[in-house]
């Protein structure tokens, strides 16, 4: 691959655990300030890719490259400089339950310790109120929030350190209708502010269709479709049929060409 848009490049992967084969001679790019959607049946391996791309976890074989840096042949430092750009919304948000909202979303900013704490609380301040919340909920504990609000603070503790690298594990799940357009809204309106490259795993049609500029579908163990949503659907393979078949992707489309 010799693309000069891909940001992330992963070439010849595998992966597997003890006997288990998760992915077999997986290729994939992403180019540079592009949101791609991962989609994938349960255990296909796509949060698992996810933890290869940003470097908490190790390919069996191939090669994970990250702007242009093999992220095996890294030292420690270099990998820890790398995963300081990305920025990870987990699934479910995986707020620690015992701190409140504004030392969750301090947390990255005080491992550096670089900073002190007067700069801190302003950023913290500063990051919530991009994600659309007031300071007021800064003293809430996790457990006193909403379900968006779970994932708008742990969207502002992924901003924390201002990534050149979005990762976002089924941003949508859990949030009722309105809810989870309002945050697709608010992915959309920070991907242009900012200009981050988002790599999205989902099995929401609307979330892909509204935000997505690729799709790459992983079935039997590497990526087996790739492109734009009209590109994808074309593809013929089982897995692509039964995902974007019948009505969901013909609504899917339409969708998309009504953007």
Known sequence: MNNTDCIICLEHVDTRFGGQVIHHDLNLCVHRGEILALVGGSGSGKTTLLREMIGLQAPTAGCVTVDGQQLAQSDAYTQQCLRERCGVLFQGGALFSALNVFDNVA?????????????????????????????????????????????????????????????????????????????????????????????????????????????????????????????????????????????????????????
Request: include cysteine; hydrophobic fraction near 50%; proline fraction near 4%.
């Open 107 to 259: 947390l990255p900013l005080r491992e550096l310790d670089l900073l002190d704490q007067s700069l801190i609380a302003q950023l913290v301040c500063h990051k919530l109120a991009m994600v659309g919340l007031d300071t007021a909920v800064a003293h809430r504990m996790p457990s006193e929030l909403s379900g968006g609000m779970v994932k708008r603070v742990g969207l502002a503790r992924a901003l924390a350190l201002e990534p050149e690298f979005l990762f976002l594990d089924e941003p949508t799940s859990g949030l009722d209708p309105v809810a989870g357009q309002q945050f697709v809204e608010l992915i959309r309106q920070l991907h242009r502010e900012l200009g981050f490259t988002v790599v999205l795993v989902t099995h929401d049609l609307d979330t892909m269709v509204d935000l997505a500029d690729r799709i790459a579908v992983l079935a039997d163990q590497h990526i087996v479709a790739l492109g734009r949503l009209n590109e994808v659907i074309a593809r013929d393979h089982p897995f692509v049929h039964d995902f974007f078949g019948g009505t969901r992707g013909q609504r899917a489309l339409a969708a998309q060409e009504a953007r």
